[in-house]
């Protein structure tokens, strides 16, 4: 069965069961994690409180455009949507003992306010860690913006690396491409070595891979017809992953087949540091357009 017919996360249930009482939220729990349900006429959205990260995004008329494993820990990250890693990307660089992707991720953040504006949901969120403060500003509507706003609130200078860690959603990754990034210079994390992209992007294989590019990214998806185009700012680089055929134990084959990770990043291709009282902005913003095969 191909990936596109499975149920990937439970969602659909969860929005039938859930009583908004002329609100465009209500509150949710599943797998033990707390869950903020929204809806108004332009889209469905699922975030959880743990991580502030966005499960599930899907515009009215659409295919969903995240992806989310239906296999959550009981404790830990959740595999898909938009995980935030902050204040670190990968392992930390020192205590290699500290959560992997930074406390972002496995945190509960506070939900500041949640506002409707024009045809577009607001949800700012905050999370302080140490001296590092972060706030999560997301747009919800027929398309979503994430903006990470990171403030060093000690005395101190602040190394800073991050990444919105998007998991989209595809047909099959065999019918999967991402075509802006031809021609940019790469860090093959599989075999450490620096290389230059050749072409589209194919997702039919294990990829790790750090580009060097300020560029906006574009997804093709050649079955669903359908591109998605990520733009980025405060951004110097951008990260493709995907486990290859064999999967992961959240995320065996049939599943991870249905997605493609395609990351908006920052510090990794220089190292940022932030100075007391400085703040940086990191900004991804989706949209979708038909995709016209030649």
């Excluded at 200078?157 to 998991?167: F, K, T």
Aim: proline fraction near 7%.
């Amino acid at each position: 069965m191909s990936p596109c017919a499975q149920p990937l996360a439970p969602f659909a249930a969860l929005f039938a069961q859930a009583n908004f009482n002329q609100s465009p939220l209500a509150r949710s729990h599943w797998q033990g994690r707390e869950l903020l349900l929204l809806q108004t006429a332009n889209m469905q959205a699922v975030v959880s409180v743990q991580g502030a990260q966005l499960l599930h995004f899907q515009p009215t008329g659409e295919r969903p455009w995240l992806w989310c494993s239906t296999l959550w820990p009981e404790k830990g990250p959740i595999r898909g949507g938009v995980p935030v890693c902050w204040p670190w990307f990968g392992p930390h660089a020192s205590d290699k003992s500290l959560p992997a992707h930074g406390w972002a991720r496995i945190s509960q953040w506070q939900l500041l306010d949640v506002l409707l504006e024009g045809e577009a949901l607001l949800l700012n969120w905050q999370l302080r860690c140490a001296d590092y403060q972060a706030q999560l500003q997301m747009r919800l509507g027929q398309a979503c913006s994430l903006k990470l706003i990171t403030q060093n609130l000690g005395e101190q200078a602040l190394p800073l690396s991050q990444a919105l860690h998007a998991y989209w959603q595809v047909s099959f990754i065999d019918n999967a491409c991402e075509t802006s990034l031809a021609d940019a210079r790469y860090h093959d994390k599989l075999d450490d070595e620096h290389k230059q992209q050749l072409g589209a992007v194919r997702f039919n294989q294990p990829l790790d891979r750090v580009y060097f590019a300020e560029k906006a990214l574009c997804l093709h998806d050649s079955v669903w017809h359908r591109q998605l185009l990520i733009d980025k700012h405060g951004s110097d680089s951008s990260v493709l992953w995907h486990p290859g055929r064999q999967g992961l134990a959240d995320a065996p084959p049939v599943l991870a087949a249905g997605f493609v990770c395609a990351e908006v990043a920052d510090g990794l291709a220089e190292p940022c540091v932030l100075q007391p009282g400085e703040r940086t902005e990191l900004i991804m913003t989706a949209q979708s357009a038909p995709l016209v095969l030649e």
